[in-house]
């Protein structure tokens, strides 16, 4: 079996811990319900260990995803990402949510909303954000929008609705 590369045990981790804090649940719980003891678990987190294959498993069925889906970066996760990025911009070239503001033509307020994580980032924020600083704009977005258009379009409707629905859908994404 391949080696789990830094980035996978690093994103699978992220992802337990994720899990376990959304659902309230202790690493002894969670070691529980895979059938493992909970330092394993916490030497997984820590990257300190590899998860074995019949674990992983257990773990994708416990969460009720793909198995594959363990190594993907939530949208949590390339969120904060996103985020880390621009306040590291904002440091470096000592720009203010003011300035960040003319320059992005998001307002301040609602730059502080979103740089304080009270609030859903929109596509639209995030390409302002990432035009005004430089920054590669995460990629989810439009990979979900095309896996949600792709089911649209198997539905049992007429082409024109399903056109519809896409359309709406887009526009009021933003």
Same mark, same amino acid.
């Given at each position: 079996m391949k080696e789990q590369s830094?980035?996978?045990?690093?994103?699978l981790a992220k992802r337990i811990v994720e899990f376990k804090n959304k659902n309230n649940l202790t690493y002894q719980q969670l070691g529980e319900?895979?059938?493992?003891?909970?330092?394993?678990?916490?030497r997984?987190?820590?990257?300190?260990?590899?998860?074995?294959?019949?674990?992983?498993?257990?773990?994708?069925?416990?969460?009720?995803?793909?198995?594959? @889906?363990l190594f993907m970066p939530s949208e949590k996760m390339m969120r904060e990402e996103f985020m880390e990025a621009v306040e590291s911009k904002m440091d470096k070239y000592q720009i203010s949510v003011d300035k960040l503001g003319e320059i992005s033509g998001i307002s301040p307020i609602r730059l502080v909303e979103i740089l304080e994580g009270e609030s859903v980032v929109? @596509?639209?924020?995030?390409?302002?954000? @990432?035009?005004?600083?430089?920054l590669e704009k995460p990629s989810y977005q439009d990979e979900n929008l095309e896996l949600l258009e792709s089911l649209i379009y198997n539905l049992p409707m007429s082409i024109g609705k399903k056109d519809s629905v896409i359309k709406y859908i887009k526009e009021n994404l933003e």
């Open positions: 830094f980035f996978e045990s690093k994103i319900a895979l059938d493992v003891d909970k330092s394993y678990l916490n997984v987190v820590k990257m300190n260990s590899h998860m074995s294959m019949p674990v992983l498993i257990n773990l994708a069925r416990y969460m009720k995803i793909p198995l594959y @889906a929109t @596509a639209k924020e995030y390409g302002l954000l @990432a035009e005004a600083l430089h």
